[in-house]
């Protein structure tokens, strides 16, 4: 009797002993999988358009065009042109915010034009390019950057909603690239920089109209990088990440009491990005350096837009949530 007891023990002890160094264990391998909890994130580089990057002027001579280059990341692309040597044409609607980013370039040694235009109007992107010309004799860069956008749900959007969004991104995209890039066609040379969003192939719900759009430009990118890789232009597109500008914090209320909290949960590296910053991303995939990139798409959102897989189903202890 006595030894039936020490051996049923003897089986307890060893057998919690092991149930113990395997939960330790699993919890260790979970944890290594989890994704990292809410730590602080690295601070944003300070960035100030076109200041860094290998060759500060590698952009000497070159004649841009930068839509929507009033505001946010247009303007910082714009700037950014212009410190590293471009003569930039600023094109959007509103002729006060063009002509405060063309002074700030030409306070800074730059030259600059601002232009105002529709981009939904095939015949004003047809001015805007005989204007450049008449300015600047030719255009080797095209930034097609101007965007509209507002949150709601799809079943609440209208025709009109759709026809605004879709009518600037898509249709204002392919009328000024066709345009210009006629014109690219006849110089044998010249590039084409699309901005999308990450939402283009993940879909967004809430902007169906902008993801449908977007899409439509990645689409446009990668078939024009073929059909005009040949006439010497490069077509390529960048996804910027959720980016601090005025009509993006307006739309998105990043100054929510719990936006800063959503945010270290929805983006892996925890911050939100700088128009500043994520047009030197846009800058390096127009230079020289980036010769040999044609109908890429790329990526700059923190990480956002990858999926969390289904490790986090499990808490730290490999136990359900
Ligand atoms: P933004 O400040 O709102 O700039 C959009 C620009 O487009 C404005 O300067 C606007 O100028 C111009 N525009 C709008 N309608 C136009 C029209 N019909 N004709 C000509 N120009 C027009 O936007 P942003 O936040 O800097 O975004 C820049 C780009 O990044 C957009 O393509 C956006 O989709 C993309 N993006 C933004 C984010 C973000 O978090 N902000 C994230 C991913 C991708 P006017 O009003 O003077 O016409």
């Given at each position: 009797m006595n030894t039936w007891i020490i051996l049923t023990a003897a089986v307890a002890v060893i057998g919690g002993l092991a149930g113990t160094l395997y939960l330790r264990k699993r919890a260790q391998i979970m944890a290594k999988y989890k994704r990292r909890p809410t730590v602080d994130p690295v601070p944003a580089p300070v960035v100030t358009p076109g200041t860094t990057?290998?060759?500060?002027?590698?952009?000497?001579?070159?004649?841009?065009?930068?839509?929507?280059?009033?505001?946010?990341?247009?303007?910082?692309?714009?700037?950014?042109?212009?410190?590293?040597?471009?003569?930039?044409?600023?094109?959007?609607?509103?002729?006060?915010?063009?002509?405060?980013?063309?002074?700030?370039?030409?306070?800074?040694?730059?030259?600059?034009?601002?232009?105002?235009?529709?981009?939904?109007?095939?015949?004003?992107?047809?001015?805007?390019?005989?204007?450049?010309?008449?300015?600047?004799g030719r255009v080797d860069i095209l930034v097609n950057n101007a965007a509209g956008n507002f949150y709601i749900p799809a079943e609440n959007l209208t025709p009109n909603g759709w026809n605004a969004v879709v009518?600037?991104?898509?249709?204002?995209?392919?009328?000024?690239?066709?345009?210009?890039?006629?014109?690219?066609?006849?110089?044998?040379?010249?590039?084409?920089?699309?901005?999308?969003?990450?939402?283009?192939w993940s879909g967004q719900p809430g902007v169906v109209h902008s993801c449908s759009a977007k899409a439509g430009v990645l689409a446009m990118t990668r078939t024009l990088a073929v059909e005009w890789g040949g006439y010497g232009l490069r077509v390529n597109a960048f996804a910027p990440g959720a980016m601090v500008t005025d009509n993006a914090s307006a739309n998105l209320k990043y100054d929510s009491p719990n936006a800063q909290e959503m945010i270290k949960k929805i983006i892996p590296v925890g911050r939100l990005t700088?128009?500043?910053?994520?047009?030197?991303?846009?800058?390096?995939?127009?230079?020289?350096?980036?010769?040999?990139?044609?109908?890429?798409?790329?990526?700059?959102?923190?990480?956002?837009?990858l999926p969390r897989g289904w490790m986090d189903l499990v808490d730290k202890d490999g136990k359900p949530k």
């Open positions: 990057g290998v060759a500060t002027r590698d952009f000497e001579g070159k004649v841009a065009i930068v839509t929507g280059g009033g505001t946010g990341l247009g303007r910082c692309i714009a700037l950014g042109l212009a410190r590293r040597g471009a003569k930039v044409v600023v094109a959007s609607r509103k002729i006060e915010n063009l002509q405060t980013v063309a002074d700030e370039i030409t306070a800074a040694g730059g030259e600059a034009m601002p232009y105002a235009f529709d981009v939904r109007n095939y015949n004003e992107v047809e001015a805007l390019l005989a204007k450049t010309k008449e300015k600047f009518g600037i991104v898509l249709n204002g995209t392919w009328y000024c690239s066709h345009v210009v890039g006629n014109e690219m066609i006849k110089q044998r040379n010249g590039q084409i920089l699309n901005i999308v969003a990450n939402y283009a700088s128009p500043e910053e994520m047009a030197e991303t846009a800058l390096f995939m127009m230079s020289p350096t980036a010769a040999y990139m044609n109908g890429e798409v790329l990526t700059a959102d923190g990480g956002a837009w």
